[in-house]
C-alpha cells in the first residue's frame, strides 16, 4: 500500500462526455503526477501539479485539465472524450522538497469510452 | 528530449534462473532512471532507482540494475527468479531538478516464469 488513493476504481463513458477522476496524494506530498497507460503500452506523462500549481505537461491536449487542492489531492479533467481516451489513468504523488524522493503511485482509475 | 527502449517486450524464464530485463535510454541531460513492477490490474511499485551516487544499485526483492553511461544501458538483473516475480516491468527516465518525477517510460517487458 502506498497511501495514495483514487477514484473511480472503474468508469465507462460516451464519446464525447466529460469525465473527473480523482486522487488523493501520500501524507507530507505536494506533488502529483498524472500518466495515461493505453493498454499493452507504457505509462505517458500527462501533467504535473505542484503545490497547486501546473509543473510542467506532456504532449497531450487542452482538453485534458487538472486541479490541485490546498491539501495537495487532485483531478484530472478530460472534455470532449473520445474512443482513444480508454485507458488506465495513473496518479504519483511525491515531494519536490526532496530532489530525489519517491515517486508513489495509485492503483488507477480504468476509463473506457464506447 | 528523452526515451527508453526497453529490448523484448516478453522474456521467458525457469523458476531459478537469471532474470535480465533490458533497457536503453537516450537523454540530453544526467538521466535519473527508474524501473517499475506492474503486476495485474495494480498501479506501479518502485523496485530501483539511478540518482548519479553509485552506479550498481540495489533495490526490493532481490533487483539490481546497473548504470553504464557509455552503453546508455540500465539492464535490470536478479540471480534466482521466483515465480512471484512474473509481472510487467517498466524502466523510465527523468531529467533532474524540477523535472525530476516527469517520468517517459519505456514499453514495458512482460516477465514470464515457469516451474
Known amino acids: 500500500e502506498t497511501g495514495v488513493t483514487q477514484s473511480p476504481t472503474h468508469l465507462i463513458k460516451t464519446r464525447g462526455q466529460q469525465v473527473t477522476l480523482r486522487c488523493s496524494s501520500q501524507?507530507?506530498?505536494?506533488?502529483v503526477s498524472w500518466y495515461q497507460q493505453a493498454l499493452g503500452q507504457g505509462p505517458q506523462f500527462i501533467f504535473q501539479?505542484?503545490?497547486?500549481?501546473?509543473?510542467g505537461r506532456g504532449n497531450f491536449p487542452p482538453r485534458f485539465s487538472g486541479l490541485q487542492f490546498p491539501n495537495y489531492s487532485s483531478e484530472l479533467n478530460v472534455n470532449a472524450l473520445e474512443l482513444d481516451d480508454s485507458a488506465l489513468y495513473l496518479c504519483?504523488?511525491?515531494?519536490?522538497?526532496?530532489?530525489?524522493?519517491?515517486?508513489?503511485f495509485g492503483p488507477g482509475t480504468r476509463l473506457t469510452v464506447l | 528530449a528523452q526515451s527508453v527502449t526497453q529490448l523484448g517486450s516478453h522474456v521467458s524464464v525457469s523458476e531459478g534462473a537469471l532474470v535480465l530485463l533490458r533497457c536503453n535510454y537516450s537523454?540530453?541531460?544526467?538521466?535519473?532512471l527508474f524501473w517499475y513492477v506492474q503486476y495485474p490490474n495494480q498501479g506501479l511499485q518502485l523496485l530501483l532507482k539511478?540518482?548519479?551516487?553509485?552506479?550498481l544499485v540495489k533495490g526490493i526483492n532481490g533487483f539490481e540494475a546497473e548504470f553504464k553511461k557509455s552503453e546508455t544501458s540500465f539492464h535490470l538483473t536478479k540471480p534466482s527468479a521466483h515465480m512471484s516475480d512474473a509481472a510487467e516491468y517498466f524502466c523510465?527516465?527523468?531529467?533532474?531538478?524540477?523535472?525530476?518525477?516527469?517520468?517517459?517510460f519505456g514499453q514495458g517487458t512482460i516477465l514470464t516464469v515457469h516451474p
Open positions: 504519483a504523488s511525491s515531494s519536490l522538497a526532496g530532489l530525489t524522493d519517491t515517486q508513489y
Open positions: 537523454s540530453s541531460v544526467p538521466p535519473y
Open positions: 523510465a527516465v527523468s531529467a533532474g531538478g524540477t523535472s525530476y518525477g516527469k517520468l517517459t
Open positions: 501539479y505542484y503545490r497547486e500549481e501546473e509543473n
Open positions: 539511478y540518482t548519479s551516487a553509485a552506479t
Open positions: 501524507s507530507g506530498h505536494n506533488t
